[in-house]
């Protein structure tokens, strides 16, 4: 049966993004995309809730038999109080951006990390970073140190305006793997930078286009990768870096590979056979330089990286 059909007899499962806003949000394009491509009878649909309504709401939706949900902002502490189970990587996030309803029961799962990792080992294949430095403490921060210890990186500088929260995530993450974390403050960036080989921007500054949370070094080492959490607009410390030469990837790719990773989640099925690249494609993610094969060549080698 076409989806057409499908349509006309209302016999589409469905999927979901809960969240205030969701008008921006670029998670319908990117996985109708996908569900076009795959020919599954599902489609996703954005629900901008009212937050007194959330728990309803999502309980609601398991009864109405949805498949699914994403969960953004500001929701996804809520989320992850509301269901049955959990993941292991949601357990340790303390909060979920996918539900999956089945046999009545809310389960919930944290994507940002692995999807962000996805994004940095398909963007810059055979890289091993070794001394990452993360700008940030909030909860993007927080998906993205699982996914560092996760991976076996063996150093983490967190560098963050409060140094209380940054302690908190240290002590949180140091006892989950071999990774040695050390907190500082983000003047010490220029200092740092030249011994890391990756750099994570993970912290709300540059959402203007105008600020940056750090002062750039006289030399950016090319060698070192910037990942940038924000997406669209290059904010200003993404155009400096790139302008330096170094590769850079911004919150786009992450974007895309956790919604590549909910699908997986659920499809019960490996990330393999999920068409990422048409999801990127929706959104012009592989039209993007570390996308589209024009920044091979200028990334990092192990050898290449010089250490303190
Ligand atoms: P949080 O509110 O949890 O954390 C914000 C972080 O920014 C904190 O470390 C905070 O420092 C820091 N910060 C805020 N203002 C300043 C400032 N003026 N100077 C220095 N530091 C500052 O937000 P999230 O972690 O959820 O999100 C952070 C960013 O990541 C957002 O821009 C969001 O769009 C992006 N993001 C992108 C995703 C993607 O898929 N690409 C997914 C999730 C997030 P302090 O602790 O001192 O307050």
Same mark, same amino acid.
């Given at each position: ?6 349509? !006309? @007899? $209302?016999? &589409?499962?469905? /999927?979901?993004?809960? #969240?205030? +806003?969701?008008?921006?949000? *670029? ?113 993007? !921060? @927080? $998906?993205? &140190?699982?996914? /560092?210890?996760?991976? #076996?990186? +063996?150093?983490?500088?967190? *560098? ?149």
């Amino acid at each position: 049966m076409s989806w057409e059909e499908r349509l !006309a @007899r $209302a016999d &589409l499962k469905t /999927l979901w993004l809960l #969240g205030h +806003p969701v008008g921006h949000s *670029l998670s319908p394009r990117i996985q109708n995309a996908a569900l076009q491509a795959l020919g599954a009878p599902w489609v996703y649909l954005a629900a901008d809730l009212d937050p007194k309504n959330f728990e309803e709401a999502a309980r609601g939706l398991g009864q109405l038999g949805a498949v699914g949900a994403n969960v953004t902002v500001p929701f996804k502490e809520r989320a992850w109080a509301l269901c049955d189970e959990l993941s292991d990587r949601a357990r340790v996030m303390g909060a979920c951006n996918v539900l999956s309803f089945v046999d009545g029961k809310i389960h919930g799962d944290n994507t940002d990390g692995v999807g962000w990792l996805r994004a940095l080992e398909l963007g810059v294949p055979d890289f091993y970073p070794r001394r990452a430095l993360v700008l940030g403490a909030g909860g993007a !921060a @927080r $998906a993205i &140190l699982l996914a /560092l210890v996760e991976k #076996g990186v +063996p150093q983490i500088f967190i *560098l963050n305006r409060s140094f209380e929260r940054a302690n908190a995530l240290k002590e949180q993450f140091s006892g989950l793997g071999a990774t040695s974390i050390t907190v500082t403050s983000l003047d010490r960036f220029p200092q740092l930078v030249s011994s890391g080989d990756l750099v994570v921007q993970t912290t709300s500054v540059g959402l203007d286009r105008l600020s940056s949370p750090v002062k750039l070094p006289l030399v950016w080492p090319k060698e070192v990768v910037l990942s940038e959490l924000i997406y669209g607009e290059p904010t200003p410390l993404l155009k400096a870096v790139r302008e330096r030469g170094a590769m850079v990837c911004d919150g786009l790719a992450m974007l895309v590979f956790q919604a590549a990773e909910s699908l997986a989640r659920w499809m019960n099925c490996s990330f393999e056979e999920i068409p990422w690249r048409v999801m990127g494609q929706a959104v012009g993610l592989m039209a993007t330089p570390i996308f589209d094969g024009s920044m091979r060549g200028c990334g990092p080698t192990v050898e290449a990286i010089a250490f303190e």
